[in-house]
């Protein structure tokens, strides 16, 4: 049993707890929680200077893009992006799989303790099944060819099945609304089932996507020419409200980097930002006032486009860009990402959870120059 103490106990429950206490067992499960340090157990107490609070939850994640991590620096946009991405297969399995082990390293020692994870296949399967982060898996599913969505559909099917086989959550989900046909969108919407509780899509995360539907014009209009998409991905389509329109579900819906979102497309759904991925790529990030606190989660997007999985490092751009408290802060890096992915868990301090604990000091500096410590 140990009992952990801080100036400030982030419970995200209530406002926080000034020399707040936590009882935690052997196994990480909060027991009870103090407002003071006086008590039998005063003793016992383990005090850090700095603050507690829930381990983080990273919203959107690539974790089998790992291998790319620094190939793609020298990138001008997000089309030269895509073209990095596109060479993802020239790579030893072997290399893939040990980039895969230490980008979970990385996010365990940056207390992460669950992951909203994006795969095109099983290659992060094997360091899955050590259970040592929780993961959701969004089995990203694009086609641009009415001709092929069946058999996208088939292989999506058997890569949801061997995660969901090894008792992990597993979803199908479209890529980004640029990339999925209107058939392939309802294929997706007809084969959910009961165990998919979040879809996840990339919205709107480059100008260009905006281009295309709002002008049929753009770098990203002629890049699905030259691949002879099927025009339909543009015609009748108007960026993300059409998404909504088209993809009709009672299921929440996770919408990943929003860069070019505006105020009036808001709507209730979640919201992921990934603003060093944003930065890396175009440049720009989303606008922080817009968003509904309490739907606002937090993602590292993948090493293919971030040079970190850490989430306090994305937490440090947005706070200065932005209006956020440090308890909003903590809410979108922990409360709303376990809620929004069904973690129960996990997400705030309350009696039976194991939400893990971190300590976070000199945030008084600014969470940049803040230092992080994993204490469960």
């Known amino acids: ?4 103490s801080a100036d400030y106990l982030f419970t995200l429950t209530s406002e926080p707890l000034k020399n707040g206490v936590l009882q935690v ?4 499960e909060i027991i009870n929680i103090f407002n003071t340090r006086s008590g039998s157990f005063a003793d016992k107490i383990e005090i850090y200077s700095g603050i507690l609070c829930p381990g983080f939850i990273n919203s959107h994640c690539h974790l089998e893009l790992s291998h790319l991590k620094g190939i793609s620096n020298n990138v001008k946009g997000f089309s030269e992006f895509l073209s990095i991405v596109n060479q993802r297969d020239d790579f030893s399995k072997s290399k893939i799989l040990d980039a895969i082990k230490n980008a979970e390293e990385e996010m365990l020692q940056n207390g992460i303790v669950a992951v909203g994870d994006v795969c095109n296949t099983t290659d992060t399967l094997i360091q899955k099944k050590a259970r040592n982060l929780l993961y959701y898996n969004f089995i990203e599913t694009f086609e641009v060819s009415d001709v092929e969505a069946d058999n996208v559909i ?3 099917l058997n890569i949801r099945d061997m995660f969901r086989s090894n008792d992990m959550k597993a979803t199908i989900t479209p890529h980004a609304l640029y990339s999925v046909l209107p058939y392939l969108m309802s294929r997706i919407l007809k084969i959910s089932d009961d165990k998919d509780i979040l879809f996840s899509i990339h919205n709107q995360e480059t100008n260009n996507e905006n281009k295309l539907f709002l002008n049929k014009e753009g770098d990203l209009c002629d890049w699905l020419k030259s691949i002879k998409a099927s025009p339909e991905i543009w015609h009748k389509r108007d960026a993300s409200n059409s998404f909504f329109k088209e993809f009709k579900t009672k299921k929440d819906i996770l919408l990943v980097h929003n860069t070019y979102t505006s105020k009036q497309e808001i709507t209730d759904n979640y919201y992921c930002t990934c603003p060093k991925a944003n930065l890396f790529i175009e440049q720009k990030i989303p606008d922080y ?3 509904n606190i309490d739907r606002l989660c937090v993602g590292t997007d993948s090493l293919a486009s971030n040079d970190s999985l850490s989430i306090i490092s994305e ?3 947005i706070q200065k860009n932005s209006d956020f408290t440090l308890q909003e802060l903590l809410k979108i890096a922990c409360k709303n990402g376990a809620k ?5 868990d996990f997400g705030t301090f309350e009696i039976g959870k194991k939400p893990g604990v971190n300590l976070i ?4 500096l600014g969470l940049e120059k803040s230092d992080l410590k994993k204490i469960i």
């Open 361 to 364: 000091s000199n945030f008084e």
């Open 25 to 28: 067992n052997n196994t990480g």
């Open 315 to 317: 937490l440090s751009i």
């Open 289 to 291: 006032s817009i968003f």
């Open 154 to 156: 088939e292989k999506s």
């Open 340 to 344: 929004a992915l069904g973690f129960k």
């Open 1 to 4: 049993m140990r009992f952990l």
